[in-house]
């Protein structure tokens, strides 16, 4: 059973970092396309960070110059180092990925169950 698993959430204060982890739970055949989101309670979920197999990043103009996105494919995992927190970027984290779990499997998409960022002072 494929499982994508955040860590590294936590409280911090403004301007501090976290780095954010996301692993699957098993060895998988092939990753795609990776993200991370991240929701606050009552407002829709919305995109921080993408990351291609091919290395291509994109970010929310919210979060550009402050949160870098990066992957590991030979320990199938994800990364999002958040630099200069702000309280705006409070919010449930979320990773999401496009994978094949094995060499004929469909490509299917996973999500996380969240982890929670809080900046505050």
């Known amino acids: 059973q494929v499982q994508l698993v955040e860590s590294g959430g936590g409280l911090v204060q403004p301007g501090e970092s976290l780095r954010l982890s996301c692993a699957c739970s098993v060895s998988i055949f092939r990753i795609y396309d990776m993200n991370w989101y991240r929701q606050v309670s009552g407002k829709q979920r919305e995109l921080v960070a993408a990351i291609s197999r091919g290395g291509s990043t994109n970010y929310a103009d919210s979060v550009k110059d402050r949160f870098t996105i990066s992957r590991n494919d030979t320990k199938n995992t994800m990364y999002l180092q958040m630099n200069d927190l702000k309280p705006e970027d409070t919010a449930v984290y979320y990773c999401?990925?496009?994978?094949?779990?094995?060499?004929?499997?469909?490509?299917?998409?996973?999500w996380g169950s969240g982890t929670l960022v809080t900046v505050s002072s």
């Open positions: 999401n990925a496009a994978l094949q779990s094995t060499w004929y499997s469909n490509v299917m998409n996973y």
